[in-house]
DNA sequence: ATGAACAATCGAATTATTTGAACGAGAAAG
DNA sequence: CTTTCTCGTTCAAATAATTCGATTGTTCAT
């Protein structure tokens, strides 16, 4: 009444490998009995034979054939379950949900990822975009156990670890033909509030809170990393922008970098993963956290 | 040593479902006493808790959350199994490999399969196409269980039952600035030969075996109906078509109707689903060639 | 023909699972 | 604060599932 399915789909596996119910024993390290037993066992659920016995050689019948599929299938199934029993018996995550600024580049996350992935391809990350005071507040009240944020001045850190991770310089740039690359030489700040500012912001919250960039009421939010650049190639405002991201744009002459008496050009921006204290990343936010470095640029202090 | 991991995950999932171990026993109509121990030895082999007994209400350890989907998807996995077993007791194929006449519609065969799978949702079905010489041949040796031809006069049946089950009406069609189209009146057939045939074939036969349609040696052969369209509409030469999926670019006046003296217009054309004798088709096979049957058109003596 | 390899079967032994009863602990009701 | 209910654990006994080794009859290769 309650036969071990997944023993018996094993025995019927070595037996189709080996060929022989003999070379199955041989191969579990069992009496040739228990491989008879478990067959016969296989064969009365199913209320068919899977082996033909006829011949001398056993062969697979038909359906036998049939179910070959379906029965690896289903062991295979049962080996990600031993996989996934070892990884949390490891404190590996089975998910990792993650919380990052939007304006952590789509770059860096993929290539951290990659690597990720490589050595743990069980756990499913989940990746929510949000402003870095959004990411604080989620990670401190553990709705994600990881976040990615700007590195700023000034946050309340109790009860919040983390570590630098990213750092890339950040340009204002605008349009070619945009009015503000017309001017000779440097303009001042002021001037950068005559025109409108494309933002990058998730929408969900009051972009004057979120960053100290914004300078005027005049303000255009988009919510990806690409919709900010096209609208900025657009002519339709000036905007900070990843370097990184920028310089194809610039070598293809679509953008330029603004010249701003008050703004370092171009200015470093850090990023930090962050976890709480109480929970510390398990071993495979440990893997992502040491993903996410990137080594490549001299951390200034 | 040897645990029934899918029963002990039965009986998980029956356990967090209800809330309770009293609730799982009570659902699978077992002792409190059997639930206890069957958790108790899966932790065992996990070498971790999934259960929290501290709180008054068995609640899920994080590590028992994360293995939830996972012990579901291999639940689910064995339900599959189950399915499938029960349809080969039911004598219902697990693949239904099938080959066909090229010049059999997509369209038919679209349509019927969009049944069949509503049915048998199990099956795997795969379709080779090739001329119905060849399929007799596959069918005959046992290569395919099932086979879909023109039904031709003049062919050996013996060991080979079927049944009509699709007819369609064939035109004869060039562009509208096909030299033929220009012709007044009904012009003889072996005008025809003066022009280039595009012919439909699976490429790895000789044509000049299997269609006596083909009139001259000077034809194109081309393997997919979408090919014979395009080709016939770029003015690259004659052909023969189903009036079905002539008529959208006949009505859009890309295609003509030839007015041909030997040739019937539109001439008929039947399909035959055939199978051997020896071994007829199961039940996935039977509810197949149903669905393939297509009663719309009377069929004519 | 003969020996080697194979699979089915049987009874005994072993292991896995179930049961019911006894127990202690938390929660709810009085 | 006690009573009562439900809960989960533990234990020993009972039952079911699985294994083993020995025996038998078969087919294959020599």
Known sequence: MHPNLLDQLRVFQAVVEGGSFAAAARALGRAVSA????????????AFQVFDRSTYRVSLTPEGQALLNDAEILLRRAERWEARARSLREKVEAVLPLIADPSYPEG???DA???FEAQYPLVTITVRRAESEEVVRAVREEEFPLGIMLLDHGRQWDGIDGRQVAADKIALVAAPDHPLAQIEGAFPLAEL???RQIHLHSGAFDIRAFDYRVHRTDVWGVDTQSALRMMIEEGLGWGFMPEETARPAIEAGRLVHLNCDGIAQPSLRRFAAVWTTRHPPGKAGEALVASLLRDEEPVPA
């Open 35 to 46: 491989i008879s037993y478990a067959i016969n066992a296989l064969e009365e659920q199913l």
């Open 108 to 110: 860096f996350l993929v």
């Open 113 to 115: 990822l990659k690597k």
């Open 193 to 195: 509030e005559n025109h």
